[in-house]
């Protein structure tokens, strides 16, 4: 891929299940404080730690993310974990996007409690050399020191923002309003598919 080589390009990997506002403040923050020159919702296949599979199909939680970049256009979406092998390690998406963006300076986005198991994903080492961590706080909570080798750790000062996907689905499933907590393209794009009406 043309034009990458010095800039700075964020991932924000996740369910995405679905997306909400939570995430793209978390995001536009995220773009601002790094100073990023891209920034792209990766759409996780099926998480390595998530013993359930996911409520909405992968094609449908693309789809959302789509929707909400399309009102964003600093905000992209990458769907390349969906024709890699389940679970959606880390590492083989690294891989790949060492090739898309050859030069660039990689950054992936955690939270904190993400960055403390850190040590214990696929490949840590080589992950490591393939990308940088931003790690997402909130006030009061610091940024483990993790076991040498350490990786570097940019932190990232989060908003203490209480919306998660599953409080929507339950609200969906309860037959209640969600307008407030998603974009309206990706409130329209659930009643249209009757996603997440049952359990």
Sequence with gaps: MSGCDGETIGFFGGSFD???????????????????????????LQSPLRAKPHAASFEDRVAM??????????????????????????????????????????????????????????????LCKLLRFAVASRPGCG???????????????????EISSTEIRERLYCKLPIDHLVPGGVGRYIASRKLYLSH
Excluded at 73 to 80: F, Q, R, T
Excluded at 143 to 161: D, G, K, S, T
């Design 65 to 126: 993310c789509k929707i909400v970049a399309e009102n964003n256009p600093w905000l992209g979406v990458l769907d390349i974990e969906g024709s890699l092998p389940s679970p959606s390690y880390t590492i083989n998406t690294a891989r790949i996007l060492a090739g898309m963006f050859p030069g660039a300076d990689l950054i992936w986005l955690v939270g904190a409690d993400q960055w403390d198991n850190l040590p214990k994903w696929k490949d840590y080492l080589e």
């Design 18 to 44: 679905p997306p909400h506002i939570g995430h793209i403040i978390l995001a536009r923050d995220a773009s601002e404080q790094l100073s990023l020159d891209r920034l792209y919702f990766v759409p996780a």
């Design 143 to 161: 940024i483990a020191v993790l076991p040498p080798p350490r990786p570097e750790a940019v932190p990232l000062h989060e908003r203490n923002i």
